[in-house]
Structures are given as C-alpha cells and as structure tokens.
C-alpha cells in the first residue's frame, strides 16, 4: 500500500501518521518530550527532544504498517521557535519557543527601528508580536552577544528536523511568515525591513513554497529515522497554518479552530488583506495562491492541563483524565453559575498583545465547586477564541461553519461551546483531531500528484461529527461573552503591576 507521512513538532510532543492515496489514515504514534520554563516567562526545549520524539513517533507509526510504500514526507510544527545553529550546524543553546515572552523590549526596538508600526505593517502586514522569531533574535544579540556572535543559520522547529532528515537548511511561506520578517504580500523575505533591523539576511533560510520538494532523506536520515533513503521531503507548514488544510478549511465563510496547547481561530483568504493595526496575523497559506488570517491565544488546552496538574491531583498523585474533566464540567450549567476563566497564563496576543496578562478566575463565590471551575476553564478558552472572531469581523472575515481540530476537538463539550458561543454550525473532519501532521502529509501528497493543488486536498477531507447552536444558551452566552470583553481592559493596571520585578523573582 502507498502512503503518504506527516510528522508534526508539537509543544508536548511529536505525532507521526501515514495516509493511504485517498486521504484515509492509516497509523498514527506520539511521543512526548518535557518543556523547559527556566524563568517566569521563559519556554525552551532542547532540540535533541524533537528528533528523538520524530524518531519514537516514526517508528511507532510505521510499525503499525509495516508493509507501506511511502511515496512523501511532509513536515510541520510550533511556529515563531528559534533554533540557533552555529557553523558547523550544531545547537548552540536550547530553543527558544513561540510562546516564551522574555523580548518585548526588542520587539519595540524592531518596531522604532522600521520607523513605526505604520512602516513595519507596510513591510510585512503584521506588527512584531511577542514570540515571533525577529524579536528573539535581537535578544540573543542584546543578551547572549558570545552566542549570537557564533550563529550561523537560524532555523524554526519542523525545519530543523527537517535539516535532521535531508541535510537541507530551508523553510518554507508560512513559517517563515511567522519570523515576524517576512513579506507575506510578495511572498519573500523583507529584506529592506531586515537591513534596517540589524540582521545579518544570510541567517535567514531559503524559503519554498510549502508543496514543493525541499528535500530528500539522507542516508545519515535513514539511519537515524528508520525511513527509506531518498524519500522526498516537501516544504510542509508552521502548524497553525497547516492545521487548516487538515480542517478542509479553504473558502470563505469558514472558520478553522485549534484547541491544541495553544488556541487558534483561523479562515482562508483569496488575497494578503490589509491588517490595519496588526492585531491579527496574516500568514501566507500553504496553498500558494492563498492566505491565512488568524488570531491566537497562548493558552488552550495547556490552560485545561495546568489547572488539572495544579488543582486536580489526588493525594496518591493521580490526575483525571481530560474527559473525565469534561464530564464534570457538564455538570454544571452554561455561563457556570457565574465563575468566568481568562485564560492568559502565559500572556496574551490576540486581539490585545500583552506579554504582562495573566490568567483570572472572576466571580468565583463559596458556593461554586470543581465542576463550575472546569466548565469556567474550558469556556474562557472559547470566549478568547470568539473575542478574536470579533476583530475578523471588522475585517469582513465571517464565519458559517467552524470546523474544530487538535486535541480539543475531540471533546464534544468543547465542540457544543464553539457552537453555542459562535451561534454557528461546529463540524470536525477525518484527521482533524489528529492536528497538524494531517495537514502536512496532505501536502505531501499534494507535491507527489495524489491531489492537483490543496483545494482538492481540503475537499476530500470528510465530515464526521456535527454540532449546532443551542439557541436556549443564546442570551447566557451573549452576556458572558460581553463580560469576557471587558475584563481584560479593566485589570489591565493590574497585570502590569503584578508582573514587577517585586513579585516576580
């Protein structure tokens, strides 16, 4: 049988999954890896994490399968890392991960340099959040100058596996849009807006379109991956991007959200739309003739995990089960009889970037329980996503259908407060829930002919579970969703005060 792979670099871990001709998968395996938090506000991961998981998760998928011919390999994983490597291609420190929030200042500094936001969004169409790629390089040059002196290439996560696998120093559109350093309109690296910065351009990668073969498995890649030498290898896409594909997220009137780690409301554009304060992010697609608009939350299912991990655990030091968490949670009532979560653990981006948010139970009272507590969790991760839905409406982005994917898709509660919090039809598709390393292998099989281009990928992406808006929650959630809205302006002070130096040690 023929297949086709995805491997994907999560934040938690590395899933590998083979697709047969017709987009019907085949295996999937996992490995999980640690996050490093060295400092309040700082997430890394030793990069030798990833290839050892790719390298689990490979085996474990084709041990399954073990008859298939594999025809292509396509690659994605968390966007905005910095993989800094030095001439001889080794890690010079661990990673520096999308949502590790130490640059601030060295994104304003960005910022002043392109003389503003106005020339900055003129430049790449979206402003130099905290955790894109540019401001953790001007980090290291600020804070680590021995190390930064001795980096060669930088690289993001799924590349630097890719690197592992083919030898090639590459990327592709949509990563590299993440970089915070990219022209998304012309598809190329600003150049002029990197000169003006500071960076040496020759650290930046060679960048493809996500369908085309960036590569083929080395022999050292074989041997250590297990694959077959010569196996080509396609550019793939950062996972937020990606995931959409994996959605059959491609028309208009679509919406795609991801409960991974991280949450991501996401839709297809026709052209690079105008950005007109940066507050979204406007990707380049991994269809090359489209682009990417999105919104994301730094915290999702890894808000649901910290307040298990932290809250949850038993006095033998077991924790529930996720769904075991959800079945509580729908014991109590929508709006949960008035306890709301801001889910800012990590800070926020989208629609208000501050690295100094944080997260907040508000409302809670004596007579509230655990079941109030998980449902408060699981529906402030939905009430940040349609927050963002807010802002893409100002930008004519509406929404018809979402379809859901990642982890959380899996949950049919989470999937019912989508429905009802949005007031549209929620629907997941075959591979949706297996995130990224779905999309990806698609658009390996988009580069080896199995599909013409990736609107014929998307569409033979199948429904599977459907969920409408109950219109009876309707007025609950307009209510707690305008609450939601007005949270964060008012304990915005507060944030900021609490994140000084005499609290945070």
């Known amino acids: 049988m023929q ?51 790719a390298r689990q998760a ?28 030095d001439a001889a291609h080794r890690v010079l420190r661990p990673a520096i991960l999308w949502n590790d929030q130490r640059n601030s200042a060295e994104c304003d500094q960005i910022t002043e340099l392109a003389g503003g936001v106005k020339n900055l969004l003129a430049a790449t169409n979206n402003q130099m959040l905290v955790g894109y790629t540019g401001g953790k390089i001007l980090w290291m040059q600020n804070h680590e100058p021995e190390l930064y002196a001795r980096m060669t290439t930088i690289l993001n996560p ?3 596996l890719r690197y592992r696998l083919t030898g090639e120093l590459v990327t592709e559109v949509s990563d590299a849009s993440g970089t915070g350093l990219f022209d998304v ?65 491609i028309a208009p009137g679509e919406l ?62 077991s924790v529930p089960s996720f769904e075991q968490l959800a079945a509580e949670a729908e014991n109590s009532p929508p709006g949960c009889r008035g306890v709301m979560f801001l889910p800012y653990l990590n800070g926020q981006r989208c629609p208000n970037p501050d690295p100094t948010a944080r997260g907040a139970f508000v409302g ?41 994917s990642g982890g959380g898709a899996r949950s049919r509660l989470w999937r019912q407060m989508q429905a009802d919090i949005f007031g549209c039809e929620v629907i997941t598709t075959e591979g949706a829930a297996e995130g990224a390393a779905f999309g990806a292998a698609l658009i390996a099989g988009v580069a080896v002919g199995i599909w013409p281009d990736a609107e014929s990928a998307a569409r033979s992406c199948r429904s599977i579970t459907q969920e409408h808006p109950d219109r009876a929650t309707a007025e609950i959630f307009a209510r707690s969703q305008h609450i939601y809205r007005i949270l964060y302006p008012a304990l915005r002070e507060a944030f900021s005060e609490l994140s000084a130096p005499i609290f945070v040690k």
């Open 3 to 53: 297949a086709l792979m995805g491997i994907d670099i999560g934040t938690s871990g590395c899933k590998a999954l083979l697709l047969d001709a017709q987009g019907v998968m085949i295996a999937a395996a996992t490995a999980t890896y640690p996050l490093l938090q060295p400092r309040p506000g700082w997430t890394e991961q030793d990069p030798e994490c990833w290839i050892e998981g």
């Open 58 to 85: 490979v085996a474990g998928a084709l041990a399954k399968a073990p008859q298939v011919e594999l025809l292509c390999i396509g690659l994605s994983g968390q966007m905005h890392g910095l993989v800094p490597l």
């Open 158 to 160: 799924k590349d630097y």
């Open 185 to 249: 309109r012309k598809r190329q690296w600003a150049s002029g807006l990197i000169d003006r910065v500071g960076i040496d351009a020759d650290l930046l990668p060679p960048v493809f379109e996500s369908q085309v073969i960036s590569g083929r498995v080395s022999a050292i890649g074989a041997e250590l991956f297990g694959l077959p030498e010569g196996t080509p290898v396609v550019g793939g896409g950062g996972d937020a991007v990606v995931q959409t594909l994996g959605s059959g997220v």
């Open 256 to 317: 795609q959200t991801t409960i991974g780690t991280a949450g991501v409301l996401a839709a297809a554009l026709d052209a690079p739309q105008e950005n007109p304060d940066g507050r979204l992010q406007v990707f380049c697609n991994v269809a090359a003739n489209k682009w990417h608009c999105m919104g994301v939350s730094l915290n999702a299912g890894g808000a649901m995990r910290w307040f298990r991990d932290t809250f949850c655990v038993g006095v033998d030091g």
């Open 364 to 404: 809670l009272a004596a007579s509230h329980n655990r079941q109030d507590v998980a449902r408060a969790v699981m529906e402030g991760v939905i009430h940040a996503l349609a927050d963002m839905h807010s802002l893409m409406k100002t930008m004519g982005i509406g929404g018809k259908v979402i379809k859901a």
